[in-house]
């Protein structure tokens, strides 16, 4: 089995849910752990632990991480509402969930035991900012490098733009990208073609779990949160799912080495740029979308036995 943790950003598109999904339904992972990351881990949390409970796996244990980026800013959009305590309140968290707990420790103590108690055997896949990546690294580079290998969405390998995950934090990123462990990144280049339409979320709509029940609630209230009032089409779209997945079938994607490097400096910052003075990194350059939605479903359709 596949000894693996996830540190998801959980809660705001509805991609992440479903890669935990996926996770959990893949009988070769054993997850070790949980871990979540930006601007209120404590609710992202408890989306999990529900999630977890409703799929009948709350022996997995959950942590909070870091809601701040390394600089300290966090964006905040007009959509937004923030608690009591100040922090921006997750999109997909419900009150319903404030009975749910984290597991005692901060997320970099959780990766670097991890990866400490099974050198070498562990994958870190990370689907969101990386700031407890980034903090686990600041805090024990050597011990960090006894992880197996890190598979990650995050980047857009074409230069044109920066992606979400790099761009809110892309001093973490630089301090991953650079850090000597083995990475292979399934950036925007081909997740965008991993998107449900009508013909996905019908199909999913015939399947039920109490588990998938909840997140097809979730996807809803994005897909009416992002449709209306003018704007133009959008549909759910899977970056995170296809990074698991590939975890496990590495023909979904092709994929190239190539030296990437973090642009830090403003006008081009956050963006992942290949050059010369980049770090090796797998970097997926081509999808069999077909495959992808075969598995997608192959994996909705067991987690609703």
Same mark, same amino acid.
């Given at each position: 089995?596949?000894?693996?943790?996830?540190?998801?950003?959980?809660?705001?598109?509805?991609?992440?849910?479903f890669a935990l999904l996926a996770a959990l339904a893949d009988d070769d992972? %054993?997850?070790?752990?949980?871990?979540?990351?930006? #601007?209120?881990?404590? *609710?992202? /949390?408890? =989306?999990?632990?529900?999630? &977890?409970?409703?799929?009948?796996?709350?022996?997995?244990?959950?942590?909070?991480?870091?809601?701040?980026?390394?600089?300290?800013?966090?964006?905040?959009?007009?959509?937004?509402?923030?608690?009591?305590?100040?922090?921006?309140?997750?999109?997909?968290?419900?009150?319903?969930?404030?009975?749910?707990?984290?597991?005692?420790?901060?997320? %970099?103590?959780?990766?670097?035991?991890?990866?400490? #108690?099974?050198?070498? *055997?562990? /994958?870190? =896949?990370?689907?969101?900012? &990386?700031?407890?990546?980034?903090?686990?690294?600041?805090?024990?580079?050597?011990?960090?490098?006894?992880?197996?290998?890190?598979?990650?969405?995050?980047?857009?390998?074409?230069?044109?733009?920066?992606?979400?995950?790099?761009?809110?934090?892309?001093?973490?990123?630089?301090?991953?990208?650079?850090?000597?462990?083995?990475?292979?990144?399934?950036?925007?280049?081909?997740?965008?073609?991993? #998107?449900?339409?009508? *013909?996905? /979320?019908?199909?999913?709509?015939?399947?039920?779990?109490?588990?998938?029940?909840?997140?097809?609630?979730?996807?809803?209230?994005?897909?009416?949160?992002?449709?209306?009032?003018?704007?133009?089409?959008?549909?759910?779209?899977?970056?995170?799912?296809l990074c698991v997945l590939c975890v496990s079938d590495g023909d979904i994607?092709?994929?190239?080495?190539?030296?990437?490097?973090?642009?830090?400096?403003?006008?081009?910052?956050?963006?992942?740029?290949?050059?010369?003075?980049?770090?090796?990194?797998?970097?997926?350059?081509?999808?069999?979308?077909?495959?992808?939605?075969?598995?997608?479903?192959?994996?909705?359709?067991?987690?609703?036995?």
């Open positions: 089995m596949k000894k693996i943790i996830i540190d998801t950003d959980i809660g705001d598109d509805i991609d992440d849910a992972f %054993e997850i070790l752990g949980i871990t979540t990351v930006f #601007k209120n881990t404590a *609710e992202r /949390t408890k =989306i999990v632990k529900r999630i &977890l409970k409703l799929a009948g796996r709350e022996g997995v244990p959950v942590f909070s991480g870091h809601d701040e980026p390394v600089n300290g800013y966090i964006p905040k959009w007009d959509y937004e509402n923030t608690e009591p305590d100040g922090k921006i309140r997750i999109h997909h968290y419900r009150d319903d969930m404030a009975s749910e707990r984290a597991d005692e420790g901060s997320a %970099e103590d959780f990766i670097l035991s991890a990866a400490e #108690k099974y050198p070498g *055997e562990v /994958t870190l =896949i990370a689907l969101g900012p &990386l700031t407890n990546i980034a903090a686990a690294i600041k805090k024990d580079p050597k011990k960090f490098l006894l992880l197996k290998e890190a598979r990650v969405m995050c980047g857009q390998f074409a230069g044109t733009y920066p992606e979400w995950n790099v761009r809110v934090d892309p001093e973490a990123a630089d301090i991953f990208f650079t850090c000597g462990l083995k990475i292979t990144s399934v950036g925007l280049d081909v997740t965008t073609k991993c #998107k449900l339409y009508k *013909e996905q /979320t019908d199909a999913l709509g015939k399947l039920s779990s109490p588990a998938l029940d909840l997140v097809k609630q979730m996807m809803n209230v994005w897909i009416e949160s992002n449709n209306g009032d003018g704007k133009p089409q959008r549909y759910p779209t899977m970056h995170d799912p994607c092709g994929f190239e080495e190539v030296k990437v490097a973090v642009t830090l400096e403003e006008g081009r910052r956050g963006y992942t740029e290949t050059r010369e003075d980049g770090s090796p990194v797998a970097v997926a350059k081509s999808i069999n979308a077909d495959k992808f939605y075969e598995k997608f479903f192959e994996a909705m359709k067991k987690i609703s036995v």
